[in-house]
């Protein structure tokens, strides 16, 4: 009884590793048109915040979250339609 045979010669992958360039010019930066600040709450995290904003939109449309001057926090949106959908809730 023969074994079968095992290619031991990884394939390569069909994909070539995307340049600087290329991400660069097609990557969007987060636009302050899709922010929402919030007044910080004291002692509060970062994974705080994003699990309670998780729980009224889901995870994948936020882009960047961070906490600014003043005593703020800051979450940015992918897109105007998601930012009115938080800002309904």
Known sequence: ME????NPIPQKSSTAPKSYAHIATTSTLPRREYAVLFERVPDAKTIDYLWALSKIIDPKFITDFSFISHNRACVYLTSEDKFREIINE
């Open 3 to 6: 074994k079968p045979l095992i």
